[in-house]
């Protein structure tokens, strides 16, 4: 920090501890004589599992993404300050939006706040607008990490092969998954959907809009980590945050105005077709949490994780039906 004049004169560093939950990064609070700041490193491997390995480019795109968004109040005033960029050591320095929690007690019984929902949805409407002329900008095209999530979602959950022992995690989940495999117009589904996430043109997207990337703050969400982030079809992250909302065990009425809300604030009437595309990215990310490596903190039994299995089907085979159409909480 000193090298790269990021501490003022007299300044000093009393503390460095973990900022939170992360797995890819090095993310620490730094406390100064002066002030609290958040440093987030990507090195080239992921952080709690170092002999992966994960292109540390990540930070820039990160980087470029804070600047980006920098001008527009409106995204800006939900996402922590950038305060440094360091390409080199591919180290950021953000504004510490204090040690709070994310949202993932969503995924432990909690319902969101319809507020906060408003707020997430209306970042994602305007993040997704005015980025809408981003086509050919390289500075976004994070094709690294694309392909990193094109296999954590769309190949590596669907290989019989991968080594995973779902059983360990529910007994009877692995026989769930190899159902699922067995299903060959579902996999068609999922490997062309994992053709459109890797090469559709489209708009800036945040690339992991889950409850994880949500911070909670007295003045409502902010959103964290774009380090996914890429130009491509915005119905990514509306799927994404609808999978995170079932598999969350939400209300099916907030689905809805999720849905609804986005709709709402698009400058176009959305067509069918990107309403099909949100159902099916929807239904592969509902699949890939149960079945993946990136599992979550979930509180549900098998029956119930068939049940979300059976909905990422229906959601994959017959996008049309919507979305939003499952009846009650958590679409069962
Ligand atoms: N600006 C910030 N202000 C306050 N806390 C933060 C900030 N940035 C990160 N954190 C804390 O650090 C945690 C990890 O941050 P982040 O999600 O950016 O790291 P990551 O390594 O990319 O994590 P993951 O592996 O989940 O993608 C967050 O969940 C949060 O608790
Ligand atoms: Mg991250």
């Not at 990490?145 to 092969?161: G, Q, T």
């Not at 579902?186 to 994880?212: C, I, N």
């Not at 909905?311 to 919507?322: E, I, K, N, V, W």
Request: aromatic letters at 8%.
């Amino acid at each position: 920090m000193r090298a790269r004049g990021w501490l003022v004169v007299g300044e000093s560093i009393r503390a460095a501890t973990k900022a939170g939950h992360g797995n890819m990064n090095c993310t620490l609070r730094l406390e100064t004589t002066e002030r609290r700041v958040i440093m987030k490193q990507a090195r080239p491997w992921v952080e709690q599992y170092d002999e992966i390995p994960a292109p540390s480019e990540r930070a820039l795109v990160e980087g470029r993404f804070y600047e980006a968004i920098g001008p527009h109040s409106v995204l800006q005033d939900r996402m922590p300050r950038l305060l440094g960029c360091d390409p080199e050591a591919k180290l950021l320095m953000l504004e510490d939006l204090g040690p709070t929690s994310d949202y993932t007690n969503l995924y432990a019984g909690h319902t969101l706040d319809p507020r906060d929902l408003d707020a997430l949805v209306a970042f994602l409407g305007s993040l997704h607008r005015t980025f809408s002329n981003s086509e050919g900008d390289g500075r976004f095209a994070n094709q690294a990490m694309r392909e990193l999530n094109h296999l954590h979602i769309f190949e590596f959950p669907l290989d019989s092969e991968n080594g995973l022992d779902l059983n360990a995690i529910n007994p009877g989940l692995s026989e769930a998954a190899a159902e699922l495999r067995r299903d060959a117009d579902y996999t068609k589904a999922v490997s062309a959907l994992g053709e459109l996430y890797l090469r559709s043109p489209g708009t800036l997207v945040h690339g992991d809009f889950f409850p994880g990337s949500w911070l909670r703050t007295k003045n409502g969400p902010r959103v964290i980590d774009p380090e996914f982030s890429f130009v491509g079809p915005p119905e990514f992250d509306v799927g994404v945050m609808i999978a995170h909302l079932y598999l969350a065990n939400q209300p099916i009425g907030l689905v809805q105005r999720a849905l609804a809300a986005y709709a709402d604030g698009l400058s176009v009437p959305q067509t069918g077709k990107s309403q099909e595309l949100v159902s099916s990215f929807a239904g592969a990310e509902i699949m890939r949490r149960l079945i993946g490596i990136a599992q979550l903190p979930l509180v549900a039994d098998l029956p119930r994780k068939r049940a979300l299995l059976e909905l990422s089907r229906t959601f994959l085979l017959s996008p049309a039906t919507g979305c939003g159409s499952a009846t009650g909480r958590g679409g069962l």
